[in-house]
C-alpha cells in the first residue's frame, strides 16, 4: 500500500472585521480527530495569531472534543448556571449550551435569548485562557456569534483615553451571565462596589503575544476600583462604545459540525437572540487559566 500524503493545513483569514486585518481564520484541510503533533502545532500558533479560529465539519463525540481541547491545557468544569442541566452526564468538562427542554427540564443553560459581549467567567482570579463550542444542532436563523478583537481596540485609543485607561482596575462581575440570569446562589446588589468579583488590570498584556489589549468581562455591573460610581460608569460608557465598534468584529453563522476556538484573553463575544420554538444544542468546553491578566 502506498503511504497517502495528507493535503496541507490551510489558515484562511476572515478578513471581516475591516478595522482588524488578520481577526478570525479559518483551519481547512484537518480532523482534529486526528491531529499529528506538527498539525497541532500550527493551530495553535494560528490560534495566537489570529484569536478565534473555526474549524468546519467536525463529526466530533463529545470523547473527541475533550481530547482535542485538553492539547491546549488542563479544563475547567462547566460553570454553575441559572437552572437546567450543567454539563454532560458524566463529563463535567462539557457544559451545555441550549434552550432545549425535555421532559420539563432544559438540558442546558442560555436559552434563546441574546447573550450580550462578555469574556467568559472573569469574574475568577484567574479566568479561562479559551473556550471552544461545537455545534450538534443549530436553528434556521438567528443565534450567531460574534467576535470582537480586544487588541484592535486598544490599538485604537484615542491617546487621551488611553492615558486614561492605563493603571486603572476593573472590577468583572459575577452577578449575572451573560444571558442576564442570577447565578445560583449569588445575592444581587444594586451597587457594583458591593457585588461580587474581581478587580482585573483594564488594559493587560497578553502573556504569549506580547500584545496590549483592552480586558472588559462584561458591562453590567462593572465598576472602575476606587471611582466614584457615577464616573466609572461614564468612563466605562466611553471605553465599550469604543470597544465594540462593527469594525472590530467578525459574526459567524452557524452550521452543524462547526467547532469555534477562541482566545478568551483577547477577545469578547455576543450571541443573537433565535426562535425558541427551534432547537440549539451546543457543546463547549473551556481551556484553564494559569494566572490572574497582567497589566
Same mark, same amino acid.
Given at each position: 500500500m502506498s503511504n497517502m500524503v495528507l493535503p496541507p493545513i490551510q489558515i484562511v483569514p476572515t478578513s471581516a472585521a475591516s478595522d482588524a486585518p488578520g481577526f478570525g481564520a479559518e483551519v481547512r484541510g484537518i480532523d482534529l480527530r486526528s491531529l499529528s503533533e506538527v498539525a497541532f502545532a500550527s493551530i495553535e500558533q494560528a490560534w495566537i495569531d489570529h484569536q478565534v479560529l473555526l474549524f468546519r465539519d467536525q463529526r466530533l463525540t463529545d470523547h473527541d472534543l475533550i481530547m482535542f481541547a485538553r492539547r491546549f491545557g488542563d479544563l475547567d468544569q462547566a460553570p454553575i448556571q441559572e437552572n437546567g442541566q450543567r454539563f454532560v452526564a458524566g463529563i463535567p468538562e462539557i457544559y451545555v449550551v441550549s434552550n432545549v427542554v425535555e421532559n420539563g427540564v432544559a438540558i442546558g443553560s442560555l436559552g434563546a +435569548?441574546?447573550? $450580550?459581549?462578555?469574556?467568559?467567567?472573569?469574574?475568577l482570579e484567574a479566568p479561562p485562557k479559551a473556550s471552544m463550542l461545537h455545534a450538534l444542532e443549530v436553528p434556521a436563523a438567528g443565534g450567531d456569534t460574534s467576535f470582537c478583537d480586544m487588541y484592535a481596540a486598544f490599538d485604537s485609543l484615542p491617546e487621551t483615553l488611553?492615558?486614561?485607561?492605563? +493603571?486603572?482596575? $476593573?472590577?468583572h462581575d459575577g452577578t449575572y451571565n451573560s444571558g442576564g440570569y442570577l447565578r445560583q446562589g449569588v445575592i444581587p446588589s444594586d451597587d457594583p462596589r458591593d457585588a461580587p468579583g474581581r478587580l482585573h488590570p483594564l488594559v493587560c498584556t497578553h502573556p504569549e503575544s506580547g500584545r496590549r489589549m483592552l480586558y472588559l468581562g462584561r458591562r453590567r455591573m462593572a465598576w472602575i476600583g476606587g471611582m466614584d460610581v457615577a464616573a466609572s460608569e461614564a468612563l466605562l460608557d466611553e471605553i465599550w462604545a469604543h470597544a465594540t465598534q462593527a469594525a472590530f468584529t467578525w459574526?459567524?453563522?452557524w452550521r452543524v459540525g462547526d467547532l469555534v476556538l477562541w482566545d478568551n484573553r483577547c477577545t469578547m463575544h455576543r450571541r443573537d437572540p433565535f426562535d425558541a420554538a427551534a432547537r440549539r444544542i451546543m457543546h463547549r468546553t473551556q481551556i484553564s487559566g494559569s494566572a490572574p491578566p497582567a497589566g
Open positions: +435569548g441574546e447573550a $450580550v459581549w462578555h469574556t467568559d467567567m472573569s469574574y488611553r492615558r486614561r485607561a492605563i +493603571g486603572l482596575r $476593573v472590577k459574526t459567524h453563522r
